[in-house]
């Protein structure tokens, strides 16, 4: 997973804030101090996916079709900005999670570089694939293989058939 800075949180948040009108007024106040507060810009991290057992804000703009804002912790939902606020003065140096909602953000290239499920979902693609393409590649060679043992029987050529045995047992370890 890349590491993104809190200068490029920070400035998204702002431009997030100069562009966009929030459908919960005291959402702005929170972003704001999010913002401000470097300690926890650290240990925020932008998501597209709620984590209800972990703190997750939620704030949406008037453009969005989403509620203006929730909160989650411990598993609880609230719509009290105060409650996000109390826990980020509480617990600065604690994981925080948020989630934007705003027309476009799914193409605005600003959101989606920070958003970090896309990152750690092409990271496991990627590493799938690999394990995909290995497995396909030594299903391939066996198939192969025991093709050639066919012809080295049907060729009745003992001393292929052996070495052909050999390699397949060698590969199937």
């Not at 009108?21 to 702005?28: D, F, G, M, S, W």
């Amino acid at each position: 997973m890349n590491w993104i800075s809190t200068t490029k949180k920070g400035e998204f948040l702002k431009w997030f804030l100069d562009h966009h009108q929030l459908k919960n007024k005291e959402a702005r106040r929170l972003i704001e101090y999010i913002q401000k507060n470097h300690h926890i810009l650290k240990n925020l991290s932008f998501t597209d996916s709620v984590h209800p057992k972990e703190r997750t804000i939620i704030i949406s703009s008037v453009s969005s079709d989403e509620p203006g804002f929730h909160f989650y912790t411990n598993g609880l939902k609230t719509e009290d900005v105060s409650r996000a606020f109390g826990s980020l003065i509480n617990n600065p140096a604690e994981k925080i999670y948020i989630i934007l909602h705003y027309f476009g953000k799914h193409s605005d290239h600003r959101y989606t570089q920070l958003v970090e499920t896309h990152r750690i979902h092409s990271i496991k693609q990627y590493e799938q694939s690999e394990k995909d393409a290995k497995a396909t590649d030594l299903v391939v060679e066996i198939a192969l293989l025991k093709s050639q043992i066919n012809k080295a029987l049907d060729d009745r050529n003992e001393e292929l058939f052996h070495e052909l045995v050999k390699k397949l047992k060698e590969i199937q370890k």
